[in-house]
Every structure is written in C-alpha cells, then in structure tokens.
DNA sequence: ACGTCAAAAAAGATGCATCAAGTATCTTAT
DNA sequence: ATAAGATACTTGATGCATCTTTTTTGACGT
C-alpha cells in the first residue's frame, strides 16, 4: 500500500510519512485530532527532527494544517472542498480508468477481481479497516494500471486528505460502497474507455454518497479536544 | 503570484519555500541544477534548519529529488511524464474553465483582459520572465475565478515541476503562445462552459507545442554540472 | 594520458539546546 | 467564592554540533 513513487531513501522521516499517511488514510485519525511532535517522536522512538519533518511534508500536502503556530491538528473538511475534491476525482479517475480501459492485460483484470472479492469478504465480515484500504487499493490500481504516476500522487494527496472523514462510512455504506467496482473491471475487460470512465464516475458520486452526507452534517470546525 | 492558500505563518521555511517556489515557476533553475543547502543557507541569511525544511516540501511536491542521498538536484523531465501532465492539465484546467465560465463577472473578465494585454507587451518587448509570469497568471485566475482552491494547488505543484522546463520556450513561441487566450475570454463572457473549456485545451495543447519540443530534444537524465 | 584507489572535504541526517509565544495553573486580593 | 494577575509549563521554530556517507580530488601505477 504504502509505495511511493519517487525517491525517499528509507530516512527516518520518510519512514515516519509513510506511516503517518497510512494512519492517515486508514481513518486512523479524526478532525480536530492534535498532533504533538515530541509526542510522535517518543511513539517513533526518534528525536523530534525527522517529526518534524514528516509534520512539514503532511502539511504541504494540506493532509494536516497549523491552526495557530503551535496547534497541529487533523483539519475539518467544509462541504464545499469535499465537492470539489469529488469533482476533480471525477475527471482524474475518470482519465485513469479510460487510459486502464485501453491497456488493461487479463493480469490486471485478475488483480482487479482478486481485490475485489477480498473487498466483498471484509464487508460482509464487517472489517472497517480492511475494507477502507482495499477500496483505495482498487482505485489505486487503476491509474497504475494506466501507467499514470503523477495522477496517482495527486490522487493519494486528496486521499490524505478525505481519509479523516471517511471513517466510518463504510460499514454503513454496507456492500453498496463497492457495488460500482463490477462495471469497472467488465468495461476494462472489454477495452471500452467511456464506459470504464462512466463506472468509476457512478462510484465516485453513488458509493461516496455516505461519506458527503458525513461531512454534510459533521461540524465544519470540529469541537477542542478528541 | 506567490498567494498561498493555506496556513504559513510567516515562518522562514515558508519564505525560503516560496522564493524557491518562485524561482522553480520562473525558469530560474534549470534541469540538472544542484541544490546545496548550506549554500542556500547563506544566501538566504539563515541557518539550514529552515532551507532543510522548503527543501523536503520541495521534494514531497517532486519539484526537486534526492538522485543520491546527499546529491539534491532538479529533476529531468521524461516525455512520457511530461505527456501525463499535460493531459491531466486538461482534464483540471477544463474544469476550472468551465465552472469559470458560469461564475465570471465583469470584473473577473477585465482582470483576464488585462493580463493578456500586459502579456502581449511582454512578448513584444522580449521579455521572458515576464511572459512566463504572465502566461501562469491566466492559467492560475481560472481555478481562482472557479473557486477551487483544491484544483489550483494541484496545477501549482504540476507548475512548479515544469517550471525549469519551459525557460526559454516562450521567447521561441512568441505571441503563438498566448493566442488560445482569446478564445478563453471570448468564451467566458458568454457563459459558454464547453467553448471555455475547449479553448483552454487548445492552449494547453497548442500553445504548449514548443516546451515538448523542448522536452523531448532534450536530454532526459541532464548532464552534470550547469 | 588514462584509470584506479585512497585520503580529504563536502553534505545531508539526526539529535539536542535554546528561544519565543501561547496555555494552563496557581496565587492573591476583593 | 470569584476574578485578575503572575508564574510555570507546553510546544513549535531556529540554530548548531556531530555523525555517516558520498563526492571530490590528487597521487600513483599502468
């Protein structure tokens, strides 16, 4: 899960990205949540530096933000930056999805499937955690199979950011979060652009629907103190 | 032109992250480029403490990498990756053109005119830096008239990694690379959101047509030493 | 001349001390 | 008992020392 594209020579403080974007993106944390860096580094078992800056790097890609000087915590997400970050998913999952359609070999359709069906058992077993990163997996999969790097990056950073708040959707959401995941792999197997497009684009807006009904009606600025 | 949309309370690391910023969109380093930060550290008039820290934003944004652990360079530009951005550009900026294109008022559209108007001198009187300036300018009010503060700073980062590629591209292409600015416009102040959209995807692909060029001539791991 | 290898210099990573600013706590006067 | 002010603590920012690894460089042999 945790690959990432470029460089990163397994310094400390890349280690500590890394795992502080899987916490991330696992719901590991909630809005309003503080994050202390001699905190971290006594969890970390390191000095405060390579905290620090893993803390930069995360708040560089907005997954966390400054609240005052001294105050880092998990941002809240407004309505109308969560429609925005649906809107670009849709046209950045939706190139993905067409460029897979026409590159996709029946290794990929197999991956696709094999994650698929382990979706369907953690759903029904009603594992949180398993399912929320096996539906990333899935999404993710698409633009590597596009052969689409900078896209997938892009699209990993809205994940950072959409992780806080997508929590406990899932189970809710039940089987329907990745109902739209067949039609994907069927348009992929048929090598047919537009209709793998259309599908990721039904599983953005009909499978994310719990998570904006969450946001819809979470607090904007989450309360003090989790 | 350096508008940060969130946070950076005025730290050194943000100002030294800006600058850099600024030079990186400015064609100011070109590929190949090393980047010492106990130099910049003196340029810059601090300690290396804050350069360190813009340098790993840098890096998290691929707009710089580690080719060694100790060896900080700008990166060379694969066509292939070059191709990738371009075609995200057109699905983000299409987007932002289109949504520009049922909000804009008045205002919005003069504020447009005039950047091309200055543009148009730029290119006339030779200067390259400000026709860079500008060309981005154009390219950044769209999302910024959208209202998509998500999508701007992705295009910022996608910039921020063509910046060192486009140097001198722009003096080559002359007033070529400005005119699918028209149509933009034109489109906008008809409230014409696929017309706007298709300019904008005109530009990128057309007015963008001297920096492939570029890109692919070049060399794709730069020579050592600038 | 050229390539090889070793010593020296360079350079980023890490840790830590200190600073400044904000927060919480405690004291004290009303 | 309450509120205002003072004190101590918390916490990120900055600077700096040190460590390890890389890069450079130059001497040496072919």
Known sequence: MAEFTTLEHENLNSVVYAALCDALMQGRFQPGDRLKIRDLAEQFGTSVTPIRDAILRLA?????????????????????????????????????????????????IRALEAILRENEQAIDAGDRLKGTQLNQAFHF????????????????????????????????????????????????????????SMAIVDDILLGGKPILERIVHGEERPARRA
Chains 1, 2 share one sequence.
């Open 141 to 196: 999969m698409l633009p590597q199979i596009a052969g689409l790097p900078v896209l997938n990056n892009i699209l990993r950073r809205l994940w950072l950011q959409m992780g806080p708040h997508i929590s406990d959707a899932y189970i809710e959401g039940g089987r329907a979060m990745i109902d739209h995941h067949y039609p994907v792999i069927e348009a992929l197997k048929r090598h047919d652009p537009a209709a793998a």
């Open 60 to 108: 560089n890609d907005e997954a966390i933000t400054f609240r005052s000087p001294r105050d880092i915590r998990i941002p809240g997400m407004a309505e109308s930056r969560y429609r925005e970050i649906r809107a670009i998913r849709i046209r950045l999952e939706g190139l993905a999805a067409e460029t897979a359609a026409q590159v996709a070999t029946s290794a990929n």
